[in-house]
Structure formats: C-alpha cells, structure tokens
C-alpha cells in the first residue's frame, strides 16, 4: 500500500504558484520522498525528491517539514503545461510504491 | 539523450490470446522495470531487473505473465493467456543505480 497521502484534485491559476501537499505520517528515517507527475497519455517524469533537507532545481521545489512527516511540492509560476497528476511517493526498500495522485489543473 | 523506447503505442486484443510488449531503456541504465497502470490509478510494479537478472518479481502474475531481459538491454513483457483485467497501460522505466526512474510512454492494452 502507498505510504503517502494526497488530495485528489487541485485548481491553481496560471502564472501563481502551485502548492501540492503530501502527508507521509509512517517513513521511515533513511527513505526519500520522491515527486513525479504525469501528463496526459505520457509515461511519468520524474521532477524532485528529498530526504530532510529542502531541495530546489529546475522544475520544483520540495519542502520537507522537520519532522518529515509531510512534504510540500511547490511549482513556482505554473503553466498551462503542467497540468498532471502529481504523485508523491515514498521509496521504500528501493521501490516506488504509488498511490493516486492529485490531479493539477492550471487554469487560465 | 534518448529515452526508454517502447511498442507497441497501442495494442487491442481478445481475451485469452497472447500479447507481447518490448522496451528499450536508456543506454547504460542497469535496472530495468516494468510497471501496470490501471485507469485512476498509480502505476504498480511488476517485476525489476539489474542488468539481466530479475531483482523482484513478487507482484508478477506469473501463471500468465512472464518478462525477460537478454543480454541486460532490451526487455519484453509477455502476457498468456490474457484476462478483460489486464486492460491497463504497460509501463516501462529504467534508471542507473540508485538514481531517479526515466519512463517510456507506456504501451495501451484493450482486451475485448
């Protein structure tokens, strides 16, 4: 079963930033969180993932809280493109195990 | 670079033939998966390969699912006889060791 928690749909306007939350109450110390989102009939890309510390690249950001309990993706000036489901997942034992998603919807 | 490359795109079958799916991962990446995703849902994986030899395979329905990787390259998912629940999108991914998972576009299964 997934370990991780998401609401299923969210709306965000284009050009604002898109905050995605993931409750991940049960991980386990040494797992990562990881983020993927998939685009309609495409294969899932992958965007971030993090083990404590809050990372940062080209895509997203990932904020992890202290007690790592929960994470935040934040896409910081969405698009129209990025409308996907957004999964976040926790490795476990070197696998992904996804649960639904959240589906993002930019709107215009 | 070039990515995981599968076919076919679409595939529309009858229950109780035989279908076969191929992958081609990213040049260089030793672990091979290969994923289910059923509509709504999160992909689930079926069985992980390192290079040529099968890592886990404990969610394969091996009484009609078989896969193989030769050669530690090319892999091919085989399903014999399929059932109307097989009617999902057939993932493939690939990644270096311990580095993020690069997926193909899937291969769509419609079993009539």
């Known amino acids: ?108 | 670079e070039a990515g995981v490359a599968q076919s076919p795109r679409y595939k529309i079958i009858e229950k109780r033939q035989s279908v076969a799916f191929w992958c081609n991962p990213i040049s260089g990446h030793a672990t091979l998966y290969w994923y289910q995703q059923i509509l709504g849902q999160g992909p689930k994986l079926l069985i992980q390969f390192q290079n040529n030899g099968v890592v886990d395979d404990s969610q394969l329905p091996k009484d009609r699912f078989s896969a193989e990787r030769l050669k530690g390259v090319d892999s091919t998912l085989k399903i014999q006889p399929a059932k109307l629940e097989d009617s999902a999108v057939y993932l493939c991914a690939s990644s270096p060791q311990d580095q993020p998972q690069h997926f193909g576009d899937g291969t769509r299964l419609s079993i009539l």
């Open chain 1, 1 to 108: 079963d997934a370990k991780t928690t998401q609401p299923p749909s969210m709306d965000c306007a284009e050009g604002r930033a898109a905050n995605l939350p993931c409750n991940h109450s049960t991980i386990s110390g040494n797992e990562y969180v990881y983020w993927y989102r998939q685009i309609h009939s495409q294969g899932p890309q992958y965007i971030i993932h993090g083990l404590k510390n809050n990372e940062t690249n080209e895509m997203a950001s990932l904020i992890i809280t202290e007690d790592r309990k929960s994470s935040t993706l934040i896409l910081p000036h969405a698009t129209l493109r990025d409308t996907a489901v957004y999964y976040c997942i926790v490795e476990s034992n070197y696998q992904l195990i996804w649960g639904a998603g959240t589906k993002l919807i930019i709107k215009p």
